[in-house]
């Protein structure tokens, strides 16, 4: 594969594990320019950094001109998912690659629940705190609705307890 773009790069948590054997220049696009800054880039490989926001504007690339694009944990981030899901396809060259993880339907339902039941307690009633997640099977929808294909969804459940 030829081009990478990484939506939400962060610090380059996937672009620095890139290699020019995987990739020949990457684009990491972050809408904080402190982040993308810190990122180191990875040795032989081309990279390109654009500080960006991505939620409900167009990409900056031409129609099937990228082979494949990444996003790790800032998709739920996003307002306009179904917008951008339709822009990461029309960026995307036919038989790309879109590789994403994010955060979703009951993530931190416990500490949801806690802030809920806490103010409730105290001040009569409660207001979100913590951002909504999409369910695992809205992603799919909207994959399929934005012409994505052969769509693969995979969970991993992460109990985490405390003393």
């Known amino acids: 594969m030829e081009v990478a773009v990484d939506i939400g790069s962060g610090r380059g948590w996937v672009t620095r594990h890139l290699t020019d054997q995987s990739v020949g220049r990457v684009t990491a696009i972050e809408m904080s320019e402190g982040l993308l800054s810190s990122a180191p880039d990875p040795p032989d490989i081309k990279v390109e950094k654009l500080v960006m926001d991505v939620d409900g504007n167009e990409l900056p690339f031409p129609d099937n001109s990228v082979d494949v694009v990444t996003s790790s944990l800032s998709l739920h981030w996003v307002n306009d998912l179904p917008g951008l899901f339709r822009e990461i396809n029309r960026i995307l ?16 339902m416990e500490l949801r629940v806690s802030l809920q039941l806490a103010e409730l307690e105290r001040e009569g009633g409660f207001s979100p705190h913590i951002s909504p997640f999409v369910e695992v099977r809205d992603i799919g929808s909207l994959l399929n609705r934005s012409n994505f294909s052969m769509i693969t969804i995979d969970t991993d459940d992460l109990k985490v307890k405390y003393p």
């Open 93 to 108: 060259k036919p038989d790309g690659v879109f590789i994403g993880g994010m955060f979703g339907g009951e993530t931190l």
